[in-house]
């Protein structure tokens, strides 16, 4: 049996930056990865660990693999001797960062509060760690608001640097915290780095970015492509619906948007181009449908997870209430998607080029059979982290079954048949465990770091002084609040990941929406959730929007511009939510299902206004006048409501009626120039 390369395990798109990397450093990341997995699993689904054990090793993990795969001298240069002595002084800091604790345990928590001198140089080592860790792996922005924080933390009258908090306005002035009560909070404790976040990231979004990165090993990718051109690739601008059932499905499952636009954009963009869409346009509808997939059950992201451990609510609710609003979502994407090719006039795709359902079907029917096991257990109350140990145990079962299948059906069963299957099956195991620590890397980081900044607002008293101010700027108007909420994520979003904008976003503005504004507590983590998703395809600032762009070969800006129209949904859904708590919280089924209808009829209009064109093209006199009723749909009175559908069903009736006097006059033209 021939030697493995480790760079032959290792994805298309990572591979250019591992090209720089040594041999050993190769060997080194597969079996930190390997590993990492392996625990994962292990804690998971045999012998679950307590809290500090399972965070600090999952850190220590993490830690080690951040800055074997990220050089100090960036991915497209080879690390110095220099930059080995720098990495490797890390390293010795990862492995202290996350075993420091597991070792000396018993004797951190025997004399809590009274740190020894190697308690707070391993809690600053591990701050340190922690903060460069963010810099090559996330991004300078997150590791920036991380160092403020801790300076916020140590100004003040009793704290570090007395002399910083002489220059805070009043509403933000405390009075500080020694070096060692900071370090005590942030590693020492449960509400610093080892807090909920990281929590929440060392065992339930690592389980599940693991069973993507299985299913994306196994094919998965691919099976929910060709689904949804053979569903809706002959109709209108087909590619385009595809692009938004596709990343729909495999964003539900690979945890990040920017990988979904990387993932699903390599095949629908240029097919896009090709029908017709512009270039910005096709980068655009990519990027709003894979943030879609953040948003889309059964898998949520990791913010998903969080708002069922911050409200103790049950995820399997969680994922039950966000149904309806995600097909609000992505059925305003696709609307957006039919409007654009309808006035384009553009065609479908012919039946020729596009794969047949059944044949799909019969090819990946397996990929299915993990998914329907995930939901089954989750609505059993199975722990999601258990779940996740089960849906992977699934997903190679039946990637065996499938090999066996085909070894069986392709002719006779030899023996080095027989080895070669076995052989690329283990090896599909291997890529899919390493392939998942690296997916992992960036969520888990993300999470320490807002284990930082929420461990200073916890020290600090930061949140109730950060909801006094919003209470005070929108003069108690729940409009402006929300306003002042979407530009604050806005803001979060130019620097912090999706993760990390949530986390810090809810602990500031979270107790003001719920006690202050009087809006129910999931309600307030979804609008808050919702609006951290913006970042992606918002500018000037807009990841999912830039990578859109680089595939598409468009202008970012552009692209980000187009994306942030069809993301509307987005913004409105959340609102919506507000105003009509019965969409998420229920009540009378009559009205439940009035408010559904409106709050489609609402988004249909408002997409409809926006293109200037439904079953036909619309005057603007028609598009000024649907702009009363939308608002009317969001209004908190039922009069309001009832007003603006009726208004809205009378415009739309007259712009369908329209639509269909031009195609009364055009049928005769047609049938004179048809051949005989």
Same mark, same amino acid.
């Given at each position: 049996?021939?030697?493995?390369?480790?760079?032959?395990?290792?994805?298309?798109?990572?591979? *250019?930056?591992? =090209?720089?990397?040594?041999?050993?450093?190769?060997?080194?990341?597969?079996?930190?990865?390997?590993?990492? *997995?392996?625990?994962? +699993?292990?804690?998971?689904?045999?012998?679950? +660990?307590?809290?500090?054990?399972?965070?600090?090793?999952?850190?220590?993990?993490?830690?080690?693999?951040?800055?074997?795969?990220?050089?100090?001298?960036?991915?497209?240069?080879?690390?110095?001797?220099?930059?080995?002595?720098?990495?490797?002084?890390?390293?010795?800091?990862?492995?202290?960062?996350?075993?420091?604790?597991?070792?000396?345990?018993?004797?951190?928590? #025997?004399?809590?509060?009274?740190?020894?001198?190697?308690?707070?140089?391993?809690?600053?080592?591990?701050?340190?760690?922690?903060?460069? #860790?963010?810099?090559?792996?996330?991004?300078?922005?997150?590791?920036?608001?991380?160092? %403020?924080?801790?300076?916020?933390?140590?100004?003040?009258?009793?704290?570090?640097?007395?002399?910083?908090?002489?220059?805070?306005?009043?509403?933000?002035?405390?009075?500080?915290?020694?070096?060692?009560?900071?370090?005590?909070?942030?590693?020492?404790?449960?509400?610093?780095?080892?807090?909920?976040?990281?929590?929440?990231?060392?065992?339930?979004?690592?389980?599940?970015?693991?069973?993507?990165?299985?299913?994306?090993?196994?094919?998965?990718?691919?099976?929910?492509?060709?689904?949804?051109?053979?569903?809706? $690739?002959? &109709?209108?601008?087909?590619?385009?619906?595809?692009? @938004?059932?596709?990343?729909?499905?495999? $964003?539900?499952?690979?945890?990040?948007?920017?990988?979904? @636009?990387?993932?699903?954009?390599?095949?629908?963009?240029?097919?896009?181009?090709?029908?017709?869409?512009?270039?910005?346009?096709?980068?655009?509808?990519?990027?709003?449908?894979?943030?879609?997939?953040?948003?889309?059950?059964?898998?949520?992201?990791?913010?998903?997870?969080?708002?069922?451990?911050?409200?103790?609510?049950?995820?399997?609710?969680?994922?039950?209430?966000?149904?309806?609003?995600?097909?609000?979502?992505?059925?305003?994407?696709?609307?957006?998607?039919?409007?654009?090719?309808? &006035?384009?006039?553009?065609?479908?795709?012919?039946?020729?080029?596009?794969?047949?359902? &059944?044949?799909?079907?019969?090819?990946?029917?397996?990929?299915?059979?993990? +998914?329907?096991?995930?939901?089954?257990?989750?609505?059993?109350? %199975?722990?999601?982290?258990?779940?996740?140990?089960?849906?992977?145990?699934?997903?190679?079962?039946?990637?065996?079954? =499938?090999?066996?299948?085909?070894?069986?059906?392709?002719?006779?069963?030899?023996?080095?048949?027989?080895?070669?299957?076995?052989?690329?099956?283990?090896?599909? %195991?291997?890529?899919?465990?390493?392939?998942?620590?690296?997916?992992?890397?960036?969520?888990?980081?993300?999470?320490?770091?807002?284990?930082?900044?929420?461990?200073?607002?916890?020290?600090?008293?930061?949140?109730?002084?950060?909801?006094?101010?919003?209470?005070?700027?929108?003069?108690?108007?729940?409009?402006?609040? +929300?306003?002042?909420?979407?530009?604050?994520?806005?803001?979060?979003?130019?620097?912090?990941?999706?993760?990390?904008?949530?986390?810090?976003?809810?602990?500031?503005? $979270?107790?003001?929406?719920?006690?202050?504004?009087?809006?129910?507590?999931?309600?307030?983590?979804?609008?808050?959730?919702?609006?951290?998703?913006?970042?992606?395809?918002?500018?000037?600032?807009?990841?999912?929007?830039?990578?859109?762009?680089?595939?598409?070969?468009?202008?970012?800006?552009?692209?980000?511009?187009?994306?942030?129209?069809?993301? &509307?949904?987005?913004?409105?859904?959340?609102?919506?939510?507000?105003?009509?708590?019965?969409?998420?919280?229920?009540?009378?089924?009559?009205?439940?299902?009035?408010?559904?209808?409106?709050?489609?009829?609402?988004?249909?209009?408002?997409?409809?206004?926006?293109?200037?064109?439904?079953?036909?093209?619309?005057?603007?006199?028609?598009?000024?006048?649907?702009?009363?009723?939308?608002?009317?749909?969001?209004?908190?009175?039922?009069?309001?409501?009832?007003?603006?559908?009726?208004?809205?069903?009378?415009?739309?009736?007259?712009?369908?009626?329209?639509?269909?006097?031009?195609?009364?006059?055009?049928?005769?033209?047609?049938? =004179?120039? =048809?051949?005989?």
């Amino acid at each position: 049996m021939t030697q493995t390369d480790p760079q032959d395990v290792i994805p298309e798109s990572m591979r *250019s930056a591992d =090209r720089v990397q040594p041999r050993p450093v190769l060997w080194a990341i597969t079996l930190t990865g390997v590993a990492l *997995s392996l625990f994962q +699993l292990y804690t998971a689904g045999i012998e679950p +660990l307590g809290l500090f054990y399972q965070r600090t090793a999952h850190l220590g993990f993490i830690l080690f693999l951040a800055f074997l795969l990220f050089p100090l001298t960036g991915q497209s240069r080879p690390r110095t001797w220099w930059a080995w002595v720098i990495d490797a002084g890390f390293l010795v800091a990862s492995f202290l960062s996350g075993f420091y604790i597991i070792w000396y345990l018993d004797d951190i928590i #025997a004399r809590a509060g009274w740190w020894t001198t190697a308690d707070i140089v391993v809690g600053i080592v591990c701050i340190v760690a922690v903060l460069e #860790a963010s810099r090559r792996a996330v991004g300078f922005g997150l590791t920036l608001i991380g160092i %403020i924080a801790i300076l916020y933390a140590l100004a003040g009258s009793r704290g570090a640097l007395p002399w910083l908090g002489d220059m805070m306005p009043g509403i933000l002035a405390h009075r500080g915290a020694s070096v060692d009560r900071l370090v005590g909070q942030l590693y020492l404790g449960q509400e610093g780095i080892f807090g909920l976040p990281l929590g929440v990231a060392a065992t339930f979004v690592f389980m599940f970015v693991l069973f993507g990165a299985f299913l994306e090993k196994t094919g998965a990718g691919k099976f929910f492509i060709d689904l949804a051109f053979a569903a809706t $690739g002959r &109709k209108p601008g087909g590619p385009a619906k595809a692009a @938004v059932i596709a990343s729909a499905g495999m $964003g539900s499952i690979s945890g990040s948007a920017i990988a979904n @636009v990387v993932t699903t954009g390599a095949f629908t963009i240029p097919l896009m181009k090709k029908l017709g869409y512009r270039p910005a346009q096709a980068g655009g509808v990519e990027a709003a449908a894979s943030t879609g997939g953040q948003i889309t059950p059964p898998l949520m992201g990791a913010g998903a997870f969080l708002i069922s451990e911050y409200t103790r609510i049950p995820y399997i609710d969680i994922v039950l209430v966000s149904i309806f609003p995600a097909i609000l979502y992505l059925g305003t994407v696709y609307l957006f998607v039919h409007i654009v090719a309808m &006035k384009q006039g553009m065609r479908g795709l012919d039946a020729a080029e596009l794969p047949v359902v &059944k044949q799909v079907l019969a090819a990946g029917w397996q990929f299915i059979v993990p +998914l329907i096991l995930l939901v089954v257990l989750l609505v059993n109350n %199975i722990s999601p982290m258990r779940v996740g140990f089960w849906a992977i145990i699934s997903v190679i079962a039946m990637a065996g079954l =499938r090999g066996a299948w085909a070894l069986y059906a392709d002719g006779p069963m030899t023996g080095a048949r027989i080895r070669e299957s076995v052989m690329r099956g283990i090896r599909m %195991i291997f890529e899919s465990l390493e392939l998942g620590a690296r997916n992992a890397v960036a969520v888990s980081i993300a999470c320490a770091v807002a284990g930082i900044i929420v461990g200073v607002v916890g020290l600090t008293g930061l949140g109730l002084k950060f909801s006094s101010m919003m209470v005070s700027l929108s003069g108690g108007n729940i409009v402006i609040a +929300l306003a002042l909420v979407l530009v604050a994520s806005l803001i979060l979003g130019l620097g912090l990941p999706v993760t990390a904008s949530y986390i810090v976003l809810i602990v500031l503005v $979270g107790p003001a929406l719920n006690t202050e504004f009087g809006i129910p507590l999931l309600i307030a983590h979804l609008v808050v959730f919702w609006y951290s998703q913006d970042s992606n395809v918002t500018p000037p600032v807009a990841l999912a929007g830039f990578a859109g762009a680089a595939i598409a070969g468009a202008k970012p800006m552009e692209t980000s511009v187009q994306a942030w129209k069809f993301a &509307k949904g987005l913004y409105l859904i959340p609102a919506f939510m507000v105003f009509n708590p019965e969409l998420i919280m229920g009540g009378p089924v009559p009205y439940v299902i009035w408010t559904g209808f409106s709050a489609a009829l609402g988004l249909i209009a408002f997409a409809a206004t926006i293109e200037g064109y439904l079953f036909a093209p619309m005057k603007a006199w028609m598009r000024l006048a649907l702009v009363p009723p939308i608002i009317g749909l969001f209004w908190p009175s039922f009069a309001a409501e009832l007003a603006g559908a009726a208004a809205i069903l009378v415009l739309l009736g007259l712009n369908w009626m329209a639509g269909r006097q031009d195609r009364t006059v055009l049928a005769p033209e047609t049938a =004179r120039t =048809r051949p005989d």
